[in-house]
Protein backbone atom coordinates (compact mmCIF):
# COMPACT_ATOMS: atom_id res chain seq x y z
CA UNK A 1 0.00 0.00 0.00
CA UNK A 2 3.16 2.51 -0.18
CA UNK A 3 1.88 3.29 -3.53
CA UNK A 4 -1.53 4.48 -2.27
CA UNK A 5 -2.85 7.80 -0.95
CA UNK A 6 -4.79 6.01 1.88
CA UNK A 7 -6.12 9.54 2.34
CA UNK A 8 -8.61 9.73 0.03
CA UNK A 9 -10.28 6.71 2.28
CA UNK A 10 -12.66 7.68 4.29
CA UNK A 11 -13.52 5.84 7.83
CA UNK A 12 -10.61 3.54 7.31
CA UNK A 13 -10.18 1.32 10.38
CA UNK A 14 -9.28 -2.12 11.07
CA UNK A 15 -11.91 -4.52 12.11
CA UNK A 16 -11.77 -8.31 13.68
CA UNK A 17 -12.04 -10.71 11.48
CA UNK A 18 -10.73 -14.63 11.24
CA UNK A 19 -8.31 -13.70 8.45
CA UNK A 20 -5.96 -15.87 8.23
CA UNK A 21 -5.25 -17.40 4.60
CA UNK A 22 -3.29 -20.02 3.16
CA UNK A 23 0.01 -19.95 1.05
CA UNK A 24 2.64 -22.18 0.91
CA UNK A 25 1.53 -24.96 2.84
CA UNK A 26 0.81 -22.83 5.48
CA UNK A 27 -1.88 -20.90 7.06
CA UNK A 28 -0.69 -16.67 7.11
CA UNK A 29 -2.20 -13.71 9.73
CA UNK A 30 -3.96 -10.97 7.75
CA UNK A 31 -5.13 -7.39 9.05
CA UNK A 32 -8.09 -6.36 7.49
CA UNK A 33 -8.97 -2.91 7.22
CA UNK A 34 -12.53 -1.63 5.73
CA UNK A 35 -13.61 2.35 4.38
CA UNK A 36 -15.47 4.16 1.54
CA UNK A 37 -13.84 5.65 -1.26
CA UNK A 38 -15.92 7.79 -3.62
CA UNK A 39 -18.70 6.12 -1.62
CA UNK A 40 -18.06 3.05 -2.87
CA UNK A 41 -17.16 0.41 0.06
CA UNK A 42 -13.95 -1.18 0.05
CA UNK A 43 -11.69 -3.97 2.12
CA UNK A 44 -7.85 -3.98 2.39
CA UNK A 45 -6.18 -7.37 3.17
CA UNK A 46 -2.96 -6.32 4.96
CA UNK A 47 -0.28 -9.28 4.99
CA UNK A 48 1.55 -9.88 8.67
CA UNK A 49 4.23 -12.18 7.71
CA UNK A 50 4.35 -11.27 4.05
CA UNK A 51 4.30 -7.94 4.76
CA UNK A 52 6.76 -6.49 1.87
CA UNK A 53 4.19 -7.85 -0.73
CA UNK A 54 2.44 -5.23 -0.78
CA UNK A 55 4.69 -2.24 0.16
CA UNK A 56 5.79 -1.14 -2.96
CA UNK A 57 6.67 1.95 -4.85
CA UNK A 58 4.76 0.22 -7.89
CA UNK A 59 2.03 -1.95 -7.86
CA UNK A 60 3.16 -3.93 -10.78
CA UNK A 61 6.20 -5.19 -12.61
CA UNK A 62 8.15 -7.40 -9.36
CA UNK A 63 9.78 -10.19 -9.78
CA UNK A 64 7.60 -11.48 -7.99
CA UNK A 65 4.24 -10.72 -9.18
CA UNK A 66 2.85 -14.12 -9.39
CA UNK A 67 3.73 -14.60 -5.66
CA UNK A 68 1.99 -10.91 -4.20
CA UNK A 69 -1.32 -11.68 -6.71
CA UNK A 70 -1.66 -15.08 -6.18
CA UNK A 71 -1.67 -14.28 -1.95
CA UNK A 72 -3.92 -11.45 -2.27
CA UNK A 73 -6.20 -14.03 -4.54
CA UNK A 74 -6.47 -16.30 -2.04
CA UNK A 75 -6.56 -14.28 0.90
CA UNK A 76 -9.53 -12.46 -0.31
CA UNK A 77 -11.37 -15.72 -0.79
CA UNK A 78 -10.24 -16.76 2.86
CA UNK A 79 -11.86 -13.78 3.72
CA UNK A 80 -14.78 -13.72 2.00
CA UNK A 81 -15.85 -17.53 3.10
CA UNK A 82 -14.96 -16.64 6.70
CA UNK A 83 -16.88 -13.56 6.93
CA UNK A 84 -20.17 -14.94 5.61
CA UNK A 85 -20.39 -12.64 2.94
CA UNK A 86 -22.21 -13.90 -0.42
CA UNK A 87 -21.93 -12.41 -3.46
CA UNK A 88 -23.53 -12.88 -6.38
CA UNK A 89 -20.97 -12.87 -8.60
CA UNK A 90 -16.74 -12.35 -8.71
CA UNK A 91 -15.36 -9.92 -10.76
CA UNK A 92 -11.66 -11.33 -11.70
CA UNK A 93 -9.20 -7.89 -13.07
CA UNK A 94 -6.98 -9.06 -15.26
CA UNK A 95 -4.32 -11.68 -14.99
CA UNK A 96 -3.73 -10.53 -11.50
CA UNK A 97 -6.71 -12.11 -9.87
CA UNK A 98 -7.38 -14.88 -12.46
CA UNK A 99 -6.25 -17.71 -10.13
CA UNK A 100 -9.17 -16.80 -8.03
CA UNK A 101 -11.55 -18.78 -11.10
CA UNK A 102 -9.81 -22.45 -9.98
CA UNK A 103 -9.05 -21.55 -6.44
CA UNK A 104 -13.57 -21.24 -6.11
CA UNK A 105 -14.57 -24.29 -8.29
CA UNK A 106 -11.18 -26.37 -7.45
CA UNK A 107 -10.95 -25.70 -3.28
CA UNK A 108 -13.83 -22.82 -2.44
CA UNK A 109 -17.05 -24.49 -4.22
CA UNK A 110 -16.05 -28.19 -3.24
CA UNK A 111 -0.91 -12.72 -19.05
CA UNK A 112 1.22 -14.53 -16.39
CA UNK A 113 2.99 -17.19 -16.85
CA UNK A 114 5.03 -19.05 -14.72
CA UNK A 115 5.69 -22.52 -12.80
CA UNK A 116 3.24 -25.04 -12.81
CA UNK A 117 4.50 -25.89 -9.13
CA UNK A 118 3.67 -22.72 -8.30
CA UNK A 119 0.11 -23.01 -8.60
CA UNK A 120 0.16 -25.17 -4.87
CA UNK A 121 1.50 -22.07 -3.47
CA UNK A 122 -2.17 -21.66 -3.48
CA UNK A 123 -3.44 -24.61 -2.93
CA UNK A 124 -4.19 -26.00 -6.53
CA UNK A 125 -2.58 -29.47 -7.88
CA UNK A 126 -0.14 -28.13 -10.53
CA UNK A 127 -0.51 -32.01 -12.54
CA UNK A 128 -4.16 -31.58 -12.63
CA UNK A 129 -4.41 -28.37 -13.59
CA UNK A 130 -1.42 -28.44 -16.13
CA UNK A 131 -3.29 -28.92 -19.09
CA UNK A 132 -4.02 -27.81 -22.66
CA UNK A 133 -7.59 -27.29 -21.56
CA UNK A 134 -6.94 -25.43 -18.16
CA UNK A 135 -3.94 -23.64 -17.35
CA UNK A 136 -1.25 -24.98 -19.71
CA UNK A 137 0.25 -22.38 -22.16
CA UNK A 138 -0.42 -22.63 -26.02
CA UNK A 139 2.75 -21.58 -27.12
CA UNK A 140 4.87 -22.60 -23.88
CA UNK A 141 4.07 -25.81 -22.79
CA UNK A 142 5.99 -26.47 -19.89
CA UNK A 143 3.94 -23.07 -18.58
CA UNK A 144 0.71 -22.27 -17.18
CA UNK A 145 -0.92 -19.08 -17.92
CA UNK A 146 -3.11 -18.04 -15.29
CA UNK A 147 -5.26 -15.58 -17.54
CA UNK A 148 -5.93 -18.78 -19.83
CA UNK A 149 -7.04 -20.45 -16.29
CA UNK A 150 -9.52 -17.66 -15.62
CA UNK A 151 -11.27 -17.52 -19.08
CA UNK A 152 -11.50 -21.32 -18.31
CA UNK A 153 -13.03 -20.95 -15.49
CA UNK A 154 -14.81 -18.23 -15.77
CA UNK A 155 -18.31 -18.39 -16.93
CA UNK A 156 -18.28 -14.63 -18.58
CA UNK A 157 -15.29 -13.04 -20.27
CA UNK A 158 -15.22 -9.26 -20.48
CA UNK A 159 -12.42 -8.10 -23.22
CA UNK A 160 -12.23 -4.42 -23.36
CA UNK A 161 -11.38 -2.68 -26.21
CA UNK A 162 -12.54 0.24 -27.91
CA UNK A 163 -12.20 -0.22 -31.49
CA UNK A 164 -11.88 -3.95 -32.69
CA UNK A 165 -14.98 -6.42 -33.33
CA UNK A 166 -15.13 -9.93 -31.18
CA UNK A 167 -14.01 -11.78 -33.99
CA UNK A 168 -10.52 -9.59 -34.57
CA UNK A 169 -10.20 -9.48 -30.81
CA UNK A 170 -10.04 -13.89 -30.96
CA UNK A 171 -8.36 -14.02 -33.91
CA UNK A 172 -5.81 -11.48 -34.22
CA UNK A 173 -5.38 -9.67 -30.61
CA UNK A 174 -5.64 -12.23 -27.97
CA UNK A 175 -2.00 -12.54 -26.96
CA UNK A 176 -1.81 -16.22 -27.74
CA UNK A 177 -4.98 -17.19 -25.94
CA UNK A 178 -6.84 -17.75 -29.69
CA UNK A 179 -7.18 -21.33 -29.03
CA UNK A 180 -9.01 -20.71 -25.80
CA UNK A 181 -11.08 -17.62 -26.81
CA UNK A 182 -12.22 -19.50 -29.51
CA UNK A 183 -13.16 -22.48 -27.34
CA UNK A 184 -15.01 -20.05 -25.13
CA UNK A 185 -16.53 -17.33 -27.24
CA UNK A 186 -19.72 -17.72 -25.92
CA UNK A 187 -18.56 -16.20 -23.25
CA UNK A 188 -16.69 -13.04 -24.44
CA UNK A 189 -18.59 -9.56 -24.49
CA UNK A 190 -16.65 -6.78 -25.58
CA UNK A 191 -16.79 -3.59 -23.66
CA UNK A 192 -15.74 -0.29 -24.74
CA UNK A 193 -12.90 1.63 -22.06
CA UNK A 194 -14.07 5.07 -20.84
CA UNK A 195 -13.16 8.34 -19.28
CA UNK A 196 -14.18 10.62 -16.34
CA UNK A 197 -16.54 13.15 -16.82
CA UNK A 198 -15.38 15.05 -13.58
CA UNK A 199 -11.42 15.30 -14.71
CA UNK A 200 -11.88 15.58 -18.68
CA UNK A 201 -15.12 17.56 -19.15
CA UNK A 202 -13.88 20.72 -20.93
CA UNK A 203 -17.32 22.58 -19.74
CA UNK A 204 -16.05 21.80 -16.40
CA UNK A 205 -11.97 21.36 -16.90
CA UNK A 206 -10.03 23.66 -14.22
CA UNK A 207 -6.96 23.01 -16.40
CA UNK A 208 -8.11 25.15 -19.27
CA UNK A 209 -8.19 29.00 -19.92
CA UNK A 210 -11.67 29.28 -20.75
CA UNK A 211 -14.49 26.19 -20.55
CA UNK A 212 -16.60 25.32 -23.57
CA UNK A 213 -19.23 22.85 -24.75
CA UNK A 214 -21.49 21.61 -27.64
CA UNK A 215 -23.89 24.96 -26.88
CA UNK A 216 -20.86 27.50 -26.89
CA UNK A 217 -17.65 26.20 -29.16
CA UNK A 218 -16.08 29.10 -28.37
CA UNK A 219 -13.58 28.45 -25.44
CA UNK A 220 -12.48 26.10 -27.61
CA UNK A 221 -11.12 28.38 -30.03
CA UNK A 222 -9.58 30.77 -27.12
CA UNK A 223 -7.78 27.41 -25.89
CA UNK A 224 -6.35 27.41 -29.30
CA UNK A 225 -4.55 30.20 -29.06
CA UNK A 226 -3.75 29.55 -25.67
CA UNK A 227 -2.25 26.99 -26.46
CA UNK A 228 -0.25 28.28 -29.89
CA UNK A 229 0.91 31.39 -27.96
CA UNK A 230 2.24 28.63 -24.83
CA UNK A 231 4.00 26.31 -27.83
CA UNK A 232 5.31 30.14 -29.34
CA UNK A 233 3.87 28.69 -32.43
CA UNK A 234 2.10 31.24 -34.90
CA UNK A 235 -1.64 31.92 -33.69
CA UNK A 236 -2.66 32.25 -36.90
CA UNK A 237 -3.13 27.87 -37.87
CA UNK A 238 -5.42 26.52 -35.75
CA UNK A 239 -4.08 23.29 -34.06
CA UNK A 240 -3.89 19.70 -34.26
CA UNK A 241 -2.49 17.50 -31.79
CA UNK A 242 -0.63 13.93 -31.46
CA UNK A 243 -0.94 12.88 -27.75
CA UNK A 244 1.43 10.38 -26.90
CA UNK A 245 -0.25 8.62 -23.99
CA UNK A 246 2.45 7.50 -21.43
CA UNK A 247 5.15 8.78 -24.46
CA UNK A 248 4.56 11.60 -26.17
CA UNK A 249 2.11 13.78 -27.52
CA UNK A 250 1.68 15.58 -30.86
CA UNK A 251 -0.36 18.33 -31.89
CA UNK A 252 -0.83 19.93 -35.54
CA UNK A 253 -2.15 23.13 -36.50
CA UNK A 254 -4.05 24.06 -39.35
CA UNK A 255 -4.78 27.40 -40.92
CA UNK A 256 -8.41 26.58 -41.57
CA UNK A 257 -9.60 25.87 -37.83
CA UNK A 258 -9.05 22.39 -38.29
CA UNK A 259 -6.17 20.16 -36.77
CA UNK A 260 -4.50 16.62 -37.31
CA UNK A 261 -3.17 14.84 -34.02
CA UNK A 262 -0.76 11.77 -33.09
CA UNK A 263 -0.67 9.31 -30.72
CA UNK A 264 2.19 6.57 -30.36
CA UNK A 265 3.32 4.75 -27.57
CA UNK A 266 6.91 3.73 -28.21
CA UNK A 267 9.44 4.76 -30.98
CA UNK A 268 10.77 1.39 -31.57
CA UNK A 269 7.23 0.39 -32.60
CA UNK A 270 6.83 2.70 -36.65
CA UNK A 271 9.29 4.31 -38.53
CA UNK A 272 10.04 7.45 -37.77
CA UNK A 273 11.26 8.14 -41.49
CA UNK A 274 7.70 7.98 -42.41
CA UNK A 275 6.33 10.11 -39.41
CA UNK A 276 8.69 12.83 -40.78
CA UNK A 277 7.34 12.52 -44.02
CA UNK A 278 3.84 12.69 -42.32
CA UNK A 279 4.77 15.97 -40.64
CA UNK A 280 6.33 18.03 -43.97
CA UNK A 281 3.88 17.51 -46.02
CA UNK A 282 1.09 18.42 -43.34
CA UNK A 283 3.58 21.57 -42.64
CA UNK A 284 3.10 22.31 -46.37
CA UNK A 285 -0.72 22.42 -45.77
CA UNK A 286 -0.16 25.20 -43.62
CA UNK A 287 0.28 22.63 -40.19
CA UNK A 288 1.99 22.98 -37.08
CA UNK A 289 3.32 20.32 -34.37
CA UNK A 290 3.66 19.86 -30.51
CA UNK A 291 5.49 17.19 -29.28
CA UNK A 292 4.67 16.53 -25.46
CA UNK A 293 7.07 13.79 -23.78
CA UNK A 294 7.00 12.61 -20.42
CA UNK A 295 10.34 13.91 -19.29
CA UNK A 296 12.15 10.57 -19.32
CA UNK A 297 15.69 9.69 -20.68
CA UNK A 298 14.94 6.80 -22.97
CA UNK A 299 15.42 5.55 -26.43
CA UNK A 300 12.21 7.45 -27.24
CA UNK A 301 13.27 10.61 -25.60
CA UNK A 302 16.75 10.31 -27.66
CA UNK A 303 14.71 9.14 -31.05
CA UNK A 304 12.58 12.25 -30.70
CA UNK A 305 15.00 14.89 -30.45
CA UNK A 306 16.78 13.57 -33.43
CA UNK A 307 13.35 14.08 -34.39
CA UNK A 308 13.64 17.66 -33.59
CA UNK A 309 16.58 18.16 -35.30
CA UNK A 310 15.60 16.28 -38.46
CA UNK A 311 12.38 18.01 -39.17
CA UNK A 312 14.19 21.55 -38.21
CA UNK A 313 11.19 23.72 -38.60
CA UNK A 314 9.28 26.79 -36.59
CA UNK A 315 6.07 24.78 -37.19
CA UNK A 316 7.33 21.92 -34.73
CA UNK A 317 7.91 22.54 -30.99
CA UNK A 318 8.83 19.87 -28.36
CA UNK A 319 7.82 19.67 -24.68
CA UNK A 320 9.67 17.37 -23.19
CA UNK A 321 8.93 16.96 -19.86
CA UNK A 322 5.30 16.31 -18.97
CA UNK A 323 2.74 18.74 -17.72
CA UNK A 324 -0.70 17.86 -16.44
CA UNK A 325 -2.03 21.19 -16.92
CA UNK A 326 -0.40 21.60 -20.99
CA UNK A 327 -2.00 17.97 -21.57
CA UNK A 328 -5.56 19.33 -20.85
CA UNK A 329 -4.78 22.52 -22.98
CA UNK A 330 -3.08 20.38 -25.89
CA UNK A 331 -6.44 18.14 -25.90
CA UNK A 332 -8.83 21.38 -25.55
CA UNK A 333 -6.59 23.01 -27.89
CA UNK A 334 -6.60 20.32 -31.03
CA UNK A 335 -8.96 19.14 -33.66
CA UNK A 336 -7.61 15.46 -34.64
CA UNK A 337 -5.58 13.07 -32.94
CA UNK A 338 -3.16 10.59 -35.81
CA UNK A 339 -2.04 8.02 -33.90
CA UNK A 340 0.30 5.22 -35.60
CA UNK A 341 -1.47 2.19 -36.15
CA UNK A 342 -4.86 0.45 -35.10
CA UNK A 343 -2.66 -2.16 -33.05
CA UNK A 344 -1.73 0.68 -30.63
CA UNK A 345 -2.59 -0.12 -27.15
CA UNK A 346 -2.87 3.52 -26.27
CA UNK A 347 -5.99 3.36 -29.04
CA UNK A 348 -8.45 1.52 -26.28
CA UNK A 349 -7.19 3.64 -23.08
CA UNK A 350 -9.22 6.67 -21.62
CA UNK A 351 -7.21 9.36 -23.20
CA UNK A 352 -8.26 8.92 -26.99
CA UNK A 353 -11.38 9.09 -25.71
CA UNK A 354 -10.72 12.39 -23.76
CA UNK A 355 -9.40 13.84 -26.78
CA UNK A 356 -12.63 13.53 -28.86
CA UNK A 357 -14.61 15.14 -26.07
CA UNK A 358 -12.74 18.32 -26.57
CA UNK A 359 -13.96 18.28 -30.44
CA UNK A 360 -11.63 17.01 -32.24
CA UNK A 361 -11.22 14.02 -34.81
CA UNK A 362 -8.72 11.09 -34.62
CA UNK A 363 -6.27 9.97 -37.27
CA UNK A 364 -4.90 6.33 -37.42
CA UNK A 365 -1.87 5.48 -39.77
CA UNK A 366 0.23 2.61 -40.04
CA UNK A 367 3.64 3.45 -39.20
CA UNK A 368 5.09 0.10 -39.07
CA UNK A 369 4.93 -1.43 -42.59
CA UNK A 370 6.07 -0.02 -46.50
CA UNK A 371 2.14 0.01 -46.74
CA UNK A 372 1.18 2.86 -44.99
CA UNK A 373 -2.01 4.90 -45.11
CA UNK A 374 -3.76 7.53 -43.14
CA UNK A 375 -7.07 6.86 -41.92
CA UNK A 376 -9.24 9.11 -39.77
CA UNK A 377 -9.83 7.94 -36.19
CA UNK A 378 -11.90 10.68 -34.07
CA UNK A 379 -12.56 9.81 -30.68
CA UNK A 380 -16.16 10.37 -28.71
CA UNK A 381 -17.30 12.51 -26.15
CA UNK A 382 -19.90 12.45 -23.79
CA UNK A 383 -22.45 15.09 -23.71
CA UNK A 384 -19.47 18.04 -23.51
CA UNK A 385 -16.68 15.30 -22.85
CA UNK A 386 -13.73 13.58 -24.63
CA UNK A 387 -14.88 10.70 -26.80
CA UNK A 388 -13.56 8.99 -30.04
CA UNK A 389 -15.18 8.98 -33.09
CA UNK A 390 -13.08 7.33 -35.96
CA UNK A 391 -12.85 6.00 -39.12
CA UNK A 392 -11.65 2.77 -39.65
CA UNK A 393 -9.54 1.54 -42.98
CA UNK A 394 -11.21 -0.82 -45.13
CA UNK A 395 -9.38 -3.93 -43.95
CA UNK A 396 -11.07 -3.04 -40.64
CA UNK A 397 -14.03 -2.37 -41.71
CA UNK A 398 -14.51 -5.49 -43.95
CA UNK A 399 -14.82 -7.67 -40.41
CA UNK A 400 -17.80 -8.50 -41.13
CA UNK A 401 -18.51 -9.81 -37.44
CA UNK A 402 -21.05 -7.29 -36.27
CA UNK A 403 -20.23 -7.98 -32.72
CA UNK A 404 -18.50 -4.08 -31.60
CA UNK A 405 -19.47 -2.07 -29.15
CA UNK A 406 -21.67 0.98 -29.76
CA UNK A 407 -18.92 3.14 -29.66
CA UNK A 408 -17.17 1.78 -33.05
CA UNK A 409 -20.40 1.80 -34.73
CA UNK A 410 -20.97 4.96 -34.58
CA UNK A 411 -17.34 6.31 -35.53
CA UNK A 412 -17.52 3.76 -38.46
CA UNK A 413 -21.04 5.10 -39.18
CA UNK A 414 -20.04 8.85 -39.01
CA UNK A 415 -16.56 8.88 -40.88
CA UNK A 416 -16.18 5.64 -42.65
CA UNK A 417 -13.21 4.84 -44.37
CA UNK A 418 -11.69 8.22 -44.62
CA UNK A 419 -7.80 8.81 -45.77
CA UNK A 420 -6.14 12.12 -44.23
CA UNK A 421 -6.07 14.01 -47.36
CA UNK A 422 -9.88 13.10 -47.38
CA UNK A 423 -10.58 14.11 -44.08
CA UNK A 424 -8.06 17.51 -44.50
CA UNK A 425 -10.00 18.30 -47.42
CA UNK A 426 -13.88 18.02 -45.86
CA UNK A 427 -12.47 20.21 -43.16
CA UNK A 428 -11.35 22.81 -45.13
CA UNK A 429 -14.28 22.80 -48.27
CA UNK A 430 -16.96 21.64 -46.00
CA UNK A 431 -16.68 22.80 -42.34
CA UNK A 432 -20.30 22.94 -41.62
CA UNK A 433 -20.01 19.39 -42.04
CA UNK A 434 -16.90 18.35 -40.24
CA UNK A 435 -18.56 20.50 -37.43
CA UNK A 436 -21.86 18.72 -37.37
CA UNK A 437 -19.97 15.47 -37.24
CA UNK A 438 -17.90 16.70 -34.16
CA UNK A 439 -20.27 18.12 -32.53
CA UNK A 440 -22.72 14.78 -32.67
CA UNK A 441 -19.58 13.43 -31.34
CA UNK A 442 -19.46 14.98 -28.69
CA UNK A 443 -22.88 14.56 -27.54
CA UNK A 444 -22.42 11.29 -27.06
CA UNK A 445 -21.96 9.47 -24.16
CA UNK A 446 -19.16 7.67 -23.86
CA UNK A 447 -18.03 8.05 -20.34
CA UNK A 448 -17.12 4.86 -17.72
CA UNK A 449 -20.83 5.34 -16.77
CA UNK A 450 -22.38 4.24 -20.35
CA UNK A 451 -21.77 1.36 -22.58
CA UNK A 452 -18.99 0.28 -20.88
CA UNK A 453 -20.73 -0.15 -17.36
CA UNK A 454 -24.01 -1.35 -19.07
CA UNK A 455 -22.08 -4.02 -20.50
CA UNK A 456 -20.50 -4.99 -16.97
CA UNK A 457 -23.89 -4.76 -15.62
CA UNK A 458 -25.26 -6.85 -18.44
CA UNK A 459 -22.53 -9.86 -17.64
CA UNK A 460 -23.24 -9.34 -13.80
CA UNK A 461 -27.17 -9.81 -14.96
CA UNK A 462 -26.88 -12.90 -17.02
CA UNK A 463 -24.68 -14.65 -14.25
CA UNK A 464 -27.13 -14.40 -11.72
CA UNK A 465 -29.75 -15.20 -13.82
CA UNK A 466 -28.25 -18.11 -14.42
CA UNK A 467 -27.85 -19.38 -11.31
CA UNK A 468 -31.56 -18.77 -10.54
CA UNK A 469 -32.35 -21.07 -13.24
CA UNK A 470 -30.00 -23.48 -12.81
CA UNK A 471 -31.56 -23.43 -9.12
CA UNK A 472 -34.97 -23.78 -10.24
CA UNK A 473 -34.80 -26.56 -12.39
CA UNK A 474 -33.42 -28.49 -9.42
CA UNK A 475 -29.68 -28.43 -10.88
CA UNK A 476 -27.15 -28.66 -8.34
CA UNK A 477 -24.11 -26.23 -7.78
CA UNK A 478 -22.03 -26.88 -4.95
CA UNK A 479 -20.67 -23.66 -3.44
CA UNK A 480 -19.44 -22.61 -0.46
CA UNK A 481 -20.62 -18.98 -0.64
CA UNK A 482 -24.19 -18.85 -2.73
CA UNK A 483 -21.57 -18.05 -5.41
CA UNK A 484 -22.30 -19.81 -8.51
CA UNK A 485 -20.57 -17.85 -11.34
CA UNK A 486 -17.53 -15.89 -11.99
CA UNK A 487 -17.24 -12.90 -14.43
CA UNK A 488 -13.79 -12.77 -15.76
CA UNK A 489 -11.90 -9.45 -17.59
CA UNK A 490 -8.63 -9.61 -19.38
CA UNK A 491 -7.87 -5.77 -19.86
CA UNK A 492 -9.99 -3.88 -17.66
CA UNK A 493 -9.27 -0.62 -15.96
CA UNK A 494 -11.13 -1.12 -12.41
CA UNK A 495 -9.67 -2.60 -9.96
CA UNK A 496 -11.84 -5.58 -7.85
CA UNK A 497 -13.05 -4.79 -4.40
CA UNK A 498 -15.13 -6.52 -2.62
CA UNK A 499 -17.56 -4.56 0.57
Given at each position: ?????????Q??????????S??????????I??????GI?VTF???LY????F???G???H?????R??Y???A??????K?G???D?L??HN?????V??L?W???A?Q?L???????????D??R?HR??????????????????G???SN??I??????????????M??????T?T???E??L?APYG????T??????K??????STE??????A????L???A???AH???????????????Y???K?H???C??S??S???L??L?A?V??A???????V???????S?T???????Q??????N????YN??????????AGS????C??F?DP???????????????????E???????T?????KE?EN???H??????S?Y??D????????????????????????????????????????????????????C???????????????????????????????EK????????S?????
Amino acid sequence: YASLDLDEVQGLREIEADSYSFFNGQLHGNRIWTGVVRGIGVTFIQPLYFSSFFNRDGIYDHPDDFERFTYFSRASLDYIAKSGKQPDVLHLHNWETAIVGPLFWDIFAKQCLDEPDKLALCGLDPGRLHRPDRFQDTAKTHLVNILKGGVVYSNKVIVMSSMHSKGRIIHSMSHGLEPTLTMHKEKLLVAPYGFDNSTWDPSTDKFLPVNYSTENMRGKYACKVALQQQAGISAHASSILPCGGEVSHYLYNFKKYHGVGCIISEVSGFDLEKLKAVVRNAIREGAQFVFLGNGSVSTTYRALRSFQEAVEDSNVKFFYNYDEALSHLVFAGSDIILCHSFHDPLLQVPKPQVITTSGKPYLAEDLNDSNSTVYLFDKEMENDTKHLFSAISSRYLSDHDHEITRFSQFMRSTFGVMSLSQALDEMKNNPSTWKTKILNAMKKDFSWDSECYETHVSAYTAVKKSMMLAINEDRHISSVFGMEKLVSSLEIASAVTFY
